[in-house]
């Protein structure tokens, strides 16, 4: 016990990044052909298995959490339903991009006759699932292998952040799905609104997500979610009788209505991880900021959240299309 453990110079020679998740920078190339490769920056964790530039956002347990967090607050703005097209019995469902696969298995659960199958870069998913859901770790913007018109619902859900050809992704979907099927897009928008005056201009948690969402991942082609922009996406791949609903998405438990108050009790609650997931490589990686300093804006952004005295929301956009008989 009296010896100490030497320490190995290489591994601070590069003292810009954290840890990969083998420890072994430089040696161990067999492990990075492992789909559970990550690595840890600034204290989280992110899958690099496609490229660590692919996601920008972690996968860690505390991320997991925060997904399944804010399933429950946009169930809560849906009114309990995990979609607002007017799926009646399919038969394959597909999620892109599943995340821990929590609308997956509600789909499942929904419709205990359809086959429904998540797709995510990551295998965060649970073993323990319905017996018609499964997994599949697949990059959705290169070309899909399912066969083409094998689905009637397709979903895909908050992706903004990660996709760069939407056109794409979305000529995959149409190709995939079935004539007569049912796509539905839903994504939280990149804004922060205020109808009361009580947001100043200044606001930390306005400037964060403009940074974020109007700087930082338009540089690499990802633009924040509008309703506009849904529903171009869905009639531009070729999807007719496009609807689009928008909700009001509140931080912070300031609104009367006692379901927004829950939804707002419950993105406060989500913020707490949430304002760094969403920003923090993003900023460090895309417009490359000192990482004291973009966590000192996530900081700041957070504690914005937290000031009862501001009344604060962004929307969630949901738009959905039928491909044509
Ligand atoms: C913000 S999470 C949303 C997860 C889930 N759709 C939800 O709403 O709960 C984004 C997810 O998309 C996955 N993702 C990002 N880019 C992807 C790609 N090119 N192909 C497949 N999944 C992707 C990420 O790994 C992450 O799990």
Same mark, same amino acid.
């Given at each position: 016990m009296s010896e100490s453990i030497e320490v190995d110079p290489a591994v601070l020679a590069d003292s810009n990044t954290d840890y990969a998740s083998s420890g072994y920078d430089t040696s161990t190339a067999s492990l990075s052909s492992s789909i559970n490769e990550y690595v840890f920056e600034n204290g989280r964790r992110y899958h690099s298995y496609f490229g660590v530039n692919k996601n920008p956002m972690?996968? $860690?347990e505390k991320e997991q959490d925060r997904l399944d967090l804010h399933h429950e607050i946009m169930l809560n703005l849906l009114g309990g339903e995990i979609h607002l097209a007017p799926v009646e019995s399919p038969q394959r469902i597909l999620d892109v991009g599943t995340g821990t696969g929590i609308w997956a298995i509600d789909a499942a659960d929904k419709f205990p006759a359809a086959e429904v199958i998540g797709t995510d870069l990551s295998p965060i998913q649970p073993r323990w699932v319905p017996p018609n859901c499964r997994f599949e770790v697949d990059?959705? !913007? /290169?070309e899909w292998t399912f066969k083409p018109e094998s689905f009637d619902f397709v979903h895909a859900r908050n992706l903004a952040q990660s996709i760069s050809d939407w056109k794409k992704l979305m000529g995959e979907i149409y190709r995939c799905t079935q004539p007569g099927g049912i796509v539905e897009l839903? !994504?939280?928008?990149? !804004?922060?609104? =205020?109808?009361? $005056?009580?947001?100043?201009? $200044?606001n930390a948690f306005k400037r964060i997500a403009y940074q974020l969402n109007q700087v930082a991942l338009p540089k690499i082609g990802r633009p924040a979610a509008t309703s506009a922009l849904l529903k171009a996406r869905l009639e531009d791949a070729g999807f007719v009788d496009v609807h689009v609903t928008t909700k009001k998405h509140p931080f912070g438990p300031w609104p009367k209505d006692r379901r927004l108050k829950n939804?707002?009790?419950?993105?406060?609650?989500?913020s707490e991880t949430g304002v760094e997931a969403y920003a923090l490589a993003a900023l460090?990686?895309?417009l490359e900021?000192?990482?004291? !300093? *973009? *966590?000192? /804006? =996530?900081? $700041?952004? /957070?504690?914005?959240?937290?000031?009862?005295?501001?009344h604060m929301y962004s929307l969630f956009h949901v738009a959905y299309g039928r491909k044509p008989e």
């Open positions: 972690p996968t $860690d990059d959705a !913007e /290169l839903a !994504e939280l928008g990149g !804004e922060i609104f =205020c109808d009361d $005056d009580t947001m100043s201009d $200044d939804v707002g009790a419950m993105a406060l609650l989500m460090t990686r895309i900021m000192d990482p004291t !300093e *973009a *966590a000192q /804006l =996530c900081r $700041d952004g /957070l504690a914005a959240v937290k000031n009862k005295n501001t």
